[in-house]
């Protein structure tokens, strides 16, 4: 099956659709005897060697001193060379907080106020919306703008510190509607952090690299914290693997996700937050500070249970932690993913405290859990916190009924608890999300079913429990419903999930919004309906970018849900217009698509990429040259049986790469990433050729 065009997340992973809790291995308890050493030392080596992490990094500071650091895996496995404290990772989203930092250094100047329109700021920040003129400062950085959400193009790059994404950004927001009114609710948007580091140069005068460097990271001495557009360190940059080393992980929306540190530069950056902040210079004020530490998200249209483990402040995911909360012990936490490095910061403010840690491979919620493991055990062995912090009643109770489940099989729950309402049957639908659609099912005797339009090989099975609420076979994951003032229903996923040696975290999010279906002209639905299964693949990302390794967008219709691609409504023949209101993270990254003809030829525009209809490729032949026309678009061919198995050789500048796919759209082969000119073609599939205007790509078939 070929794979939707997805955007990196540069927030905490989350799963797109509802997921079963998974019941393996569970962690064994942190002792209180054992050495915060050996438990970091113990931790690090448990996620290179369980959870696909290619490296780990971590450091722990409290009253100033870093008095945990450490690492595994290898910085380079080619070379042996293991992890080091000087290693730099890409930090991904927590470099929102540095932006944020920056904005609140111009408020604390009189530069900049936050509720303050940031036309105010950026005269030239224009929208296909006349609302965007109501985005303030303040919705920027607490994620309620009202944006559609990510701007990648041409972002996510091998070793290329190009800035085209952000040079064109604002000709890109300029061609895009809001999807909801600014400040309506808050859900996660990486644009409004563009904007902000923007709105930091425009201010300042300064290019926002060279900003950090003179405001943020010389006066931190934060020596190992850097950006694309300095000269980085080579030697010390932590290796990105997939099935082989790949180039460097640039991500050039700096502001967004495009900083590199270490965990201790991180952890001496994370006491301008803390209470004695022991830092060589105030460079902000502790009202700026502590303002960025609070609470800052729009809680009208937000889901109940939901604040402790996702609660934005200015920057931050979390403003609260679940684990501190019994003991009343503030925590400020920030995740960040690119699609190869992954990272979190956890600061307890009031114990001038703060853990980080970064990985090559894995994903940020191992990192926040491995952070928050570190702190809890830290603040038992100080004596701070009593001992069954580290293994409270609700663990154990959560351990029990997985040990039971494992022993008795049979105590699953499979039958409703009790008797369900008959209302309960309104439910029933399609629900939408940033990741697609799924359908519930319920049936009059209680049984719910959730599964994806066109999967086969997805379902999950509930049972009606009481007072709304679905449960799952374990009794520990529910579902219910929830009707908002806006008018809309949501469908609410809870409860725990379980990682081996790392711990218990717990979820409550809003994961989809129910949709129903619109009536649609005769001819308008025809013509989608000739689109409906078509793949579009993308034309204008560069030979460096990171994204050839997905590059495809499928046009997916739901005949019981008339009126929607995806998860968005069809406006008229060549258009559709988001209509998902999802606060949190599942009404993120939202598209609006609009389908243009040049030549004859059918492209998709989906307000930040350019896509090219697959009916317009050739066959790729012994005698095909291909050379890249003046609007620099890629070319694709399709591979055929005729030349399956063949060796291919191109001639091309080093500037210029060709990708290589099967059937299913999986990426076989990438010449920038290979560093070869050779490979084996196979039986079916397809082929692309990138490069600057008038590259000419001279082929040998052998």
């Not at 491979?361 to 859990?369: C, D, E, I, L, T």
Request: glycine share 8%; proline share 4%; net charge negative.
């Amino acid at each position: 099956m070929k794979r939707n065009f997805i955007a990196c997340l540069l927030v905490m992973t989350f799963f797109i659709f509802p997921q079963q809790t998974v019941f393996a291995d569970i962690t064994t308890p942190v002792t209180e005897t054992q050495s915060l050493s050996a438990l970091g030392d113990e931790t690090a080596k448990l996620l290179t060697e369980q959870y696909n992490v290619d490296s780990v990094q971590y450091a722990l500071i409290k009253d100033g001193q870093i008095i945990l650091s450490g690492g595994a895996g290898w910085q380079d496995k080619e070379k042996q060379t293991p992890v080091a404290t000087n290693t730099l990772y890409g930090i991904g989203s927590i470099s929102k907080i540095f932006t944020t930092v920056a904005v609140m250094q111009l408020v604390d100047a009189g530069l900049v106020q936050l509720d303050k329109p940031v036309t105010t700021y950026i005269p030239e920040f224009t929208m296909a919306d006349e609302r965007y003129k109501n985005i303030t400062v303040r919705m920027l950085l607490n994620h309620s703008s009202g944006l559609m959400g990510s701007s990648l193009n041409n972002a996510f790059l091998y070793d290329d510190n190009d800035t085209i994404n952000h040079d064109t950004f604002l000709q890109t927001l300029k061609q895009q509607r809001l999807k909801a009114d600014p400040g309506a609710y808050s859900v996660y948007c990486n644009d409004g952090f563009t904007l902000a580091e923007i709105l930091v140069e425009k201010v300042s005068g300064l290019t926002f690299s060279n900003y950090l460097r003179q405001k943020i990271t010389f006066p931190l001495r934060l020596n190992n914290t850097l950006t694309p557009q300095d000269e980085l360190p080579v030697e010390r940059m932590a290796k990105y693997y997939q099935t082989t080393v790949v180039p460097q992980d640039t991500v050039n929306i700096i502001g967004t996700g495009g900083i590199y540190s270490t965990a201790e530069d991180l952890c001496h950056f994370a006491q301008i937050f803390m209470a004695k902040p022991y830092t060589i210079n105030t460079i902000l004020t502790t009202q700026s500070a502590q303002l960025t530490s609070k609470p800052s998200y729009n809680q009208i249209l937000w889901p109940d249970g939901n604040d402790d483990n996702l609660s934005y402040g200015l920057g931050w995911d979390r403003t609260k932690g679940q684990n501190f909360l019994p003991y009343a012990i503030a925590l400020i936490g920030k995740g960040g993913d690119t699609l190869l490095s992954h990272g979190y910061l956890t600061v307890l403010p009031e114990h001038n405290m703060a853990v980080a840690v970064l990985s090559s491979g894995g994903n940020s919620v191992y990192a926040q859990m491995f952070a928050e493991k570190l702190l809890l055990t830290a603040l038992v062995q100080s004596g701070e916190l009593p001992s069954d912090a580290l293994n409270s009643d609700k663990e154990k109770a959560l351990l029990a009924r997985v040990q039971q489940l494992t022993v008795e099989p049979e105590s699953a729950i499979t039958a409703p608890l009790s008797v369900m309402p008959e209302e309960m049957m309104q439910y029933s639908g399609y629900y939408g999300n940033f990741g697609g659609v799924m359908r519930v099912d319920i049936t009059h005797d209680g049984q719910l079913l959730i599964t994806i339009p066109n999967r086969s090989d997805y379902s999950e099975s509930y049972v009606y429990n009481r007072d709304g609420i679905f449960t799952d076979s374990t009794g520990l994951v529910s579902i219910k419903f929830t009707q908002e003032e806006n008018g809309k229903t949501y469908l609410q996923l809870e409860g725990p999930s379980f990682l081996y040696g790392l711990g218990i975290g717990q979820s409550s999010q809003y994961n989809g919004q129910k949709l129903e279906a619109q009536p649609v002209a005769e001819a308008v639905q025809r013509i989608w309906q000739e689109r409906n299964g078509k793949s579009y693949y993308v034309v204008n990302e560069k030979y460096s970018s990171q994204l050839y390794a997905q590059p495809f967008y499928t046009i997916s219709l739901i005949d019981e849900l008339s009126g929607y691609v995806g998860s968005s409504l069809i406006e008229n023949a060549s258009k559709t217009k988001s209509v998902l209101q999802i606060p949190g993270v599942y009404g993120r990254d939202l598209k609006e698509l609009t389908f243009i003809t040049k030549n004859g030829v059918e492209y998709l525009n989906d307000g930040n990429n350019l896509f090219i209809s697959e009916d317009s490729f050739s066959y790729l032949s012994d005698d095909t040259i291909v050379t890249i026309a003046n609007d620099g678009y890629a070319q694709w061919y399709h591979l055929d049986e005729s030349i399956s198995n063949r060796t291919i050789t191109v001639n091309a500048p080093e500037n210029s790469t060709f990708v290589i796919y099967d059937a299913d759209g999986n990426c076989l082969f990438n010449r920038y990433v290979a560093k070869t000119n050779t490979t084996i073609l196979p039986e079916k599939g397809y082929i692309v050729f990138v490069g600057d205007a008038k590259t000419v790509f001279t082929i040998t078939l052998s």
